[in-house]
């Protein structure tokens, strides 16, 4: 009896110990996580905010107008230089007129032409700036974040809100120097994450020349697998993912037993 009793003890060790072993040979993957090329929209001169067209999270398509910036500077000068474009027009009508008759030389017509041209600039610089402030989506997407809501002054320059194109969204992971002969640009991986879908892949686009870790001395065996590579990768179903959701990335296809729910 004690003879049987230990050898079922000794086939349990034996197969705690085997696995054991087969967890810490298990692929852990490279370590990553998701970020995206944000599109920020921004007036090109200051001023306060008067309208909020959309919330964060909010769908958008291109030319869709998202906010508007008080307009009262940029209407004045539109009305000052339209008032010298009216005198401009006047003075060249008269020279135009002297002219056909001989009563008037050509150094004034060119004079007036060339006061009116640049009237006419002035007004048409003046609808541009005008127009400018309201800000329209130049790309379809979500809203990622709202940095400046109504009542609100905003620099020039700086960005009222952001968004997020659904192609600009990425995989970064880091891959060890050893590791860096198995990969390269168009291969696809599979990609894990915290209950996400099982058949979720990426292709790589982009992998770094240059190690983020460089050894102060020498190159040893030991030192170089310290070394390790940006890889960047493009999912293949962006709308599952979310910004800064951490990640794990496999260059084998085929799913993990311990993987699977």
Known sequence: MTSSRTITILVALALAAVLGGCNERRDPGFQGWVEADMIFVSPDESGRVTKLNVREGDEVKPGMQLYTVDDDLQQADLNQNKATLANAQQTYDRAASLSKTGSGTQANLDSATSALRVAEARVNTSQTRLARRSGFAPVGGTIQQIYFREGEMVPAQRPVLSIMPPGNMKLRFFVPETELPKLAIGDEVRVTCDNCAADLTA???????????????????????????????????????????????????????????
């Open 203 to 261: 292709k790589i686009y982009f992998i770094a020349t240059t190690a983020e870790y460089t050894p102060p001395v020498i190159y040893s065996l030991d030192e170089r697998n310290k070394l390790v590579y940006l890889i960047q990768a493009r999912p293949s179903r962006p709308d599952v993912l979310r910004v800064g959701q951490p990640i794990s990335v496999f260059l084998n296809p085929r799913t993990p037993v311990a993987d699977k729910r």
